[in-house]
């Protein structure tokens, strides 16, 4: 591969001299640089030509992959790089840069905005609120700019406004990294280190973006806290919270965390998975979800175990929407996860960390104990860590309660385990309420999450005690990647045709179709959450209808629009 740092010069001097692209594209071409790499650097100095952006390498790298991101509106080039003796890869974000003249008059701008806008703290968590507050402020900001910078043409000054915006109404340059949906993960360690990310594809990087000074990291983190109604201080040095965006949000202060202050948010998806989704990525069958959703419609109790990052909390909101629409449902969360269809009776609650005095605290416990006089006919516990919140949850189920909750457990016989036994310590009798376990699963080495096993907790006497054995009905293989009957139900159909009156017959036909129709979303692609919540609302309105809709592969006008979307990938 050609030295990049020597083609630079010959960039800049026939940039100076006014060549055209094509003309500079030809020479790159003739000094052996390939076509990829020669747009790349063209595209970057023309952009250092106009004084904002100065992303031309100076050393030589390789360029493995490149992408634009769209953030609000401006595109930004970025670039995953393999420089000379680095371990890690680089995600390399060609970011706006500017000179002291152009800070000072940004600053002046963020001033004239701020000072004639009141806003309350409680609004900056509705979308709705921030949308028209971006664009009031980019109106004013646009009127100033053509002022003060009447020659500067109008991609500069959209990018000069985005980051305004960003810096006065969101977190900076981190902005940048929570709008690329090709990333998983942001962690800020310290104002020493650069920000690190967590991409799909290429797994942990470092970026060229850092966050300086340390006291600006804990601003950003005081940010965070107080939208929520939380707050963080050297008395209160850890926060959990989560984003307007619905990103998960922790942030440590030194010296808790003994080289800098520290910020990490788990970014989530802005579409959300669905029940088509994951068919169609193989993490889960459409036998599987028939299961559950029978057991979801006739409000049987679901327990969701797994590892760390396994998919626990994504399989259950892709359960959540077959629920009806008019059972109310109360979900209780440290932190906001659970995104659900519009129209479902939903009531979201989420605790709250205790004030520098010790007192408003709400924990998880107080919202599950309050919510059983909220009369839900679903409860959803994000996750039970704790001996008491697994006895109130456990309480719930036995009151006549149907919850649904995530567990750290790799198995099945691992979750019975892990809760019978301290620090959970439920007794046996209680956990009989669970009627189904469902597993997941990480495979790390292939990148991919699958359902790992689905069970029934069964009862059985062994001697003067009482024990539970998890009979695993379906399981995952590894070597096929399929995920296969393994055994018959003994308790789960048993229990269904009791509460609900289905004979064997009748349960298996109600099977069958739910995957039937399950298996003709899929077939026409519709995955958003909002339509797939539709067809399940209108499923519990007129059942034949759907049925009728499956059966003759007709897709109703209200889906074609998601049905022309591309499908959501793994």
Avoid at 47 to 56: D, M, P, Q, S
Avoid at 82 to 104: H, I, K, S, W
Avoid at 288 to 301: D, F, R, T
Avoid at 461 to 476: C, E, Q, S, T
Wanted: aromatic letters at 6%.
């Amino acid at each position: 591969m050609t030295d990049q740092g020597n083609t630079i010069p010959i960039i800049r001097a026939m940039i100076q001299k006014g060549a055209s692209d094509e003309s500079i594209l030809k020479n790159l071409k003739e000094l052996g640089v390939d076509a990829k790499t020669a747009q790349q650097l063209l595209s970057a100095g023309r952009r250092e030509e106009k004084g904002l952006i100065r992303t031309v390498l100076t050393k030589p790298e390789i360029v493995i992959e490149s992408y634009k991101n769209v953030v609000d509106g401006v595109d930004i080039e970025v670039d995953i790089i393999q420089r000379p003796g680095d371990f890690v890869l680089e995600y390399f974000l060609n970011f706006p840069e500017y000179g002291p003249g152009t800070r000072a008059l940004l600053n002046n701008l963020k001033n004239t905005i701020i000072s004639d806008a009141t806003i309350r703290t409680e609004k900056m968590l509705d979308p709705k609120f921030i949308r028209a507050l971006k664009e009031k402020f980019e109106g004013r900001a646009s009127k100033i700019l053509e002022q003060e910078l009447p020659h500067v043409d109008n991609d500069t000054k959209k990018i000069l406004i985005t980051i305004l915006l960003h810096e006065m109404l969101g977190l900076g340059k981190i902005e940048f990294l929570l709008a690329d949906g090709n990333l998983e993960e942001i962690v800020v360690n310290s104002a020493r280190e650069a920000i690190w990310v967590y991409n799909k594809k290429f797994g942990w990087l470092k970026t060229n973006i850092f966050i300086q000074p340390e006291e600006e990291i804990q601003n950003f983190a005081s940010i965070i806290a107080r939208r929520v109604g939380k707050q963080i201080t050297t008395l209160n040095p850890l926060l959990d919270a989560h984003l307007i965006t619905g990103d998960r949000a922790n942030a440590t202060l030194f010296p808790i965390s003994s080289r800098g202050n520290t910020i990490t948010i788990r970014r989530f998806r802005r579409d959300p998975w669905t029940v088509t989704d994951f068919i169609r990525n193989k993490t889960v069958n459409s036998e599987i979800m028939a299961l559950v959703w029978l057991a979801m419609q006739y409000e049987m109790n679901i327990l969701i175990s797994g590892g760390t990052a396994s998919g626990k909390t994504s399989i259950l909101n892709v359960m959540l929407p077959f629920v009806q629409p008019n059972h109310r449902i109360i979900s209780i969360e440290d932190t906001r996860e659970i995104q659900l269809p519009e129209f479902l009776h939903w009531v979201p609650m989420t605790t709250r960390e205790p004030s520098a005095e010790g007192k408003g605290g709400v924990e998880m416990l107080d919202l599950l104990v309050n919510s059983l006089r909220m009369r839900p006919d679903r409860l959803i516990v994000g996750e039970v860590r704790r001996q008491k919140e697994a006895e109130v949850m456990f309480e719930g189920m036995h009151t006549g309660h149907s919850v649904y909750t995530t567990f750290h457990a790799n198995t099945s016989q691992e979750t019975i385990r892990r809760l019978i036994n301290p620090p959970v310590n439920v007794p046996a009798t209680m956990l009989e309420a669970v009627h189904l376990n469902l597993v997941m699963f990480r495979n790390r080495r292939l990148g991919v999450r699958r359902v790992l096993q689905l069970s029934e907790l069964v009862p059985e006497k062994r001697g003067a005690d009482d024990v539970l054995h998890a009979n695993v009905l379906y399981r995952w293989k590894p070597a096929t990647d399929e995920i296969v009957k393994n055994a018959d139900s003994i308790r789960f159909l048993d229990e269904l045709s009791l509460h609900t009156g289905m004979n064997q017959q009748t349960m298996e036909k109600e099977l069958d179709t739910k995957q039937k129709i399950l298996d003709w979303m899929v077939k026409h692609n519709i995955h958003n959450v909002q339509l797939v919540g539709r067809i399940m609302a209108e499923y519990y309105m007129d059942e034949e209808k759907v049925v009728d809709w499956m059966q003759k592969d007709f897709v109703p006008d209200f889906l074609k629009e998601s049905a022309l979307v591309k499908p959501k990938e793994e």
